[in-house]
């Protein structure tokens, strides 16, 4: 599995938006970009995913580099509920289902 | 739609008893993955299973572990003769056929005296 690599650490303040920030120089042409965050005590939950072009759902955007290497996940207004650990993950999109490798992620803090 | 679910949530076992950790996945969805998180540490693969097969077990422990997802029922995860380093948070995600999302249940938080 292609690597990603992370800042370990972010902090926000309520209602402003939040960019983190992920590299993958190792991305194949196939690799789809995946965001899953974890919340405290909980489950990772999926937040959005994409190959090439941006994308835009209602949790969040992702805006990807042109040259595929590198992506940033954007919370327009983040809340004191985003507060989480977010891992961005590459997954190969000809092989299907299959496991997710997560790195340490990007703990996020919000500030009231 | 009900989400994928865990249970127990909490689990406490002395050293050397047998840990179960149940999980229905999604209705609808014939892929499991169980995933282990360590105390301070990031997520870890396991198994993966679709119904009556094991598909990937490269991440079980060779010794101990084993999974299981029947025809009909809950996918189980079977821990044997635990030991305090089996302590962590079990979580269970499933996917539909042909897609790549997963969805994760709440987890099963295991803890060994």
């Known amino acids: 599995d292609a690597k990603t690599t992370q800042p370990n650490s972010m902090e926000s303040n309520e209602e402003e938006p939040v960019h983190l920030p992920c590299n993958h120089s190792?991305?194949?042409?196939?690799?789809?970009i995946h965001w899953y965050r974890q919340l405290p005590s909980q489950g990772p939950e999926y937040v959005i995913h994409g190959l090439t072009s941006n994308v835009n759902n209602r949790m969040a955007s992702l805006a990807i580099a042109e040259d595929r290497k590198s992506s940033t996940l954007i919370l327009h207004r983040a809340t004191l509920r985003d507060a989480a650990v977010y891992y961005c993950?590459?997954?190969?999109?000809?092989?299907?289902?299959?496991?997710?490798?997560f790195g340490q992620g990007t703990r996020l803090t919000i500030n009231p | 739609n009900a989400g994928v679910m865990q249970n127990p949530r909490h689990l406490v076992r002395r050293r050397g008893q047998e840990a179960r950790l149940r999980c229905s996945p999604m209705?609808?969805?014939?892929?499991v993955y169980w995933y282990r998180q360590l105390p301070e540490e990031g997520l870890k693969f396991m198994v993966y299973l679709q119904k009556e097969n094991i598909i990937d077990e490269s991440g079980m422990p060779k010794e101990r572990f084993s999974a299981e997802f029947p025809k009909e029922g809950p996918s189980i995860l079977r821990i044997q003769q635990v030991v305090r380093g089996d302590s962590a948070a079990y979580f269970c995600?499933?996917?539909?056929?042909?897609?790549?999302?997963?969805?994760f249940g709440p987890g099963t938080r295991l803890l060994v005296l």
């Open positions: 995600a499933s996917s539909p056929r042909n897609q790549e999302t997963q969805y």
């Open positions: 190792t991305i194949s042409g196939t690799d789809y």
């Open positions: 209705k609808g969805h014939s892929h």
């Open positions: 993950i590459l997954r190969d999109g000809i092989q299907g289902a299959q496991k997710l490798v």
